[in-house]
């Protein structure tokens, strides 16, 4: 990092955010405050409940757990350095800056992968019930985890090294709210064809896999599905998939239309996407997977019985 710093006039950057206007700053620190409290509070809720409550001691409710503390490291990530630029200075050293997108990469794919994990989990056990208990054995949950960790952060690692690489000589100012790749690369004075190349080819192999394999799985579980004879069995196992399908939808939709376009029409506008996976979905989590959600719902419910005993 050393060597960039000393042919690159950039020392640190400048996050626009999501207003320049000195007025819009405090209501949108109260916004994200409440977003960023909501966030911690109910995931952290989950992983209490479900580590409390020996009923939820199943695959899927192990690998929700994690998608909940991934979720709370990947909006403490991208938060409270929001909440610091609404109300001080709004600038970010180089090395911070591709720290930051170092952990919201690999974070990001995390999501990404545990989403996967989950659909295969759903799929297992809906298309072949019978070996789901040796299919979905503890070893195997684990290690499914491990990998989902794991390998989200080669594919970042990857990329910041190749960003490490380039030459910043102009303009530092970031037009977002944090420290993305494209816009990054878009204020680059030194040519950015390898890391455009990288991110068309394994990038989007990265981004898409996971989501290829959540089709495939959903394809085979509605398959399945539509050869049950009564409708209160479809609609008890459409049930089991519900609130994963709604986050897929979310999670995936708006990262899909951010990263998958050329560089040279990313514009201000994906910021709205963006906030859809960076920040909204994470807070939605706890509500999306507990609303209509009996098991979770009683699991939560004695966690505030015994905190109150």
């Not at 626009?16 to 966030?39: A, H, K, W």
């Amino acid at each position: 990092m050393e060597e960039v710093n000393q042919t690159s006039s950039v020392s640190e950057f400048i996050l626009l955010g999501l207003s320049s206007r000195p007025e819009d700053q405090t209501s949108l620190f109260i916004l994200f405050l409440t977003m960023y409290l909501v966030t911690i509070i109910g995931n952290l809720l989950i992983i209490l409940a479900i580590h409390s409550d020996p009923q939820l001691q199943t695959p899927m409710y192990f690998f929700l757990s994690f998608l909940s503390f991934t979720d709370i490291c990947f909006t403490t990530t991208i938060v409270p350095r929001m909440l610091v630029n609404f109300l001080s200075e709004k600038t970010i050293s180089y090395a911070g800056c591709l720290t930051q997108m170092y952990f919201i990469y690999a974070l990001g794919n995390t999501d990404s992968c545990l989403l996967a994990v989950m659909a295969f989990d759903r799929y297992v056990a809906i298309c072949d019930p019978f070996h789901y208990v040796t299919t979905m054995n503890h070893h195997r949950c684990v290690l499914l985890v491990a990998f989902s960790f794991s390998f989200p952060h080669l594919h970042s690692l990857l990329h910041t090294l190749l960003l490490n690489r380039l030459i910043f000589c102009d303009s530092n100012v970031i037009y977002h709210f944090f420290c993305d790749i494209k816009p990054l690369l878009k204020l680059s004075c030194s040519s950015t064809f390898v890391n455009e190349i990288m991110i068309t080819s394994e990038g989007s192999i990265v981004l898409v896999t996971p989501f290829l394999c959540i089709t495939f799985s959903y394809i085979r579980i509605f398959i399945t599905v539509l050869k049950i004879p009564s409708a209160a069995g479809k609609r008890k196992a459409f049930s089991t998939c519900g609130s994963h399908l709604t986050m897929v939808t979310l999670f995936y939709g708006s990262i899909f239309y951010v990263y998958l376009q050329p560089l040279s029409t990313y514009a201000v506008r994906d910021h709205v996407a963006t906030l859809a996976y960076t920040v909204l979905s994470s807070m939605l989590n706890p509500f999306i997977y507990s609303l209509r959600n009996r098991n979770m719902e009683r699991g939560l419910r004695k966690l505030m019985a015994r905190r109150k005993s």
